[in-house]
């Protein structure tokens, strides 16, 4: 199975031309052969907690139309992929959600950040549950930025015998991440990780791409680099986890 990470320079708060954004990295996605589509931590809007905070507009639903061009594209091409957004909670405040976007264009996850940092915890709702879904066979992973200096999350994932995890995440330039979290996630699990990165200016600092796949083994497997957009291409081809 070919997975990419996608990453481009959100415009803040216009939720339709990065709509239409993810739609195009999607088709040409698939047009490389990819199966899944990552995109980066509130890809949707930008990283901007004071936005986010003052229009509620900005905060999605699970079936939210403005999504449309993602999903005619997922359609289209047979292809899922994990957008990530301000998306409303039952409790009335927005959680930073995955949205999984299956390859017939409907939900088949949502995945809420269960672990908030900083100026998130004014704003948003943490989530309760582990994400996790299945296409393909392949059972699936999903965390969200400072999630992932949480290693039980990745431990977990393992012994729920998932063998793919995706990172949804903001890191701008400098951010140890790179090389002390997700290569170490992937090789102290056994697991595939996919990290894709927003591009230019966000609240906390200038992001640079530098998407990526690591194997199980803490390889890299490939990068998008600083191109914007761009996308991380990798075959990925999982093995059984024991539970």
């Not at 990290?195 to 998008?224: E, F, H, K, R």
Request: proline content about 6%; overall charge negative; glycine content about 12%.
């Amino acid at each position: 199975m070919k997975i990419a990470a996608a990453q481009f320079g959100s415009v803040p708060g216009d939720v339709g031309a990065n709509a239409e954004t993810m739609r195009d990295l999607v088709r040409t996605a698939s047009g490389q052969g990819v199966r899944l589509v990552v995109f980066a931590e509130l890809a949707v809007t930008g990283y901007g907690m004071d936005l986010i905070a003052r229009d509620p507009g900005l905060w999605l639903t699970e079936d939210d139309p403005r999504l449309g061009p993602v999903r005619e594209a997922c359609r289209e091409t047979g292809t899922a992929a994990v957008v990530n957004a301000a998306v409303l909670t039952a409790g009335g405040r927005p959680g930073i959600s995955s949205l999984v976007i299956g390859p017939d264009g409907e939900l088949l996850a949502r995945y809420d950040k269960r672990n908030l940092h900083g100026v998130e915890l004014d704003v948003c709702a943490a989530g309760t549950e582990d994400g996790r879904f299945t296409l393909d066979g392949v059972r699936f992973a999903l965390a969200v930025c400072y999630d992932n200096r949480f290693p039980e999350l990745a431990e977990r994932a393992r012994k729920d015998g998932c063998q793919v995890y995706l990172a949804s995440s903001v890191l701008e330039e400098g951010n140890d991440s790179f090389e002390s979290v997700y290569p170490v996630r992937a090789r102290e699990n056994g697991l595939y990780v996919v990290m894709a990165n927003q591009v230019g200016p966000s609240d906390i600092g200038v992001c640079p791409g530098d998407s990526g796949v690591w194997g199980p083994d803490g390889s890299s497997l490939a990068t998008a680099a600083r191109a914007d957009p761009g996308l991380a291409v990798a075959v990925v081809e999982p093995v059984p986890v024991s539970r």
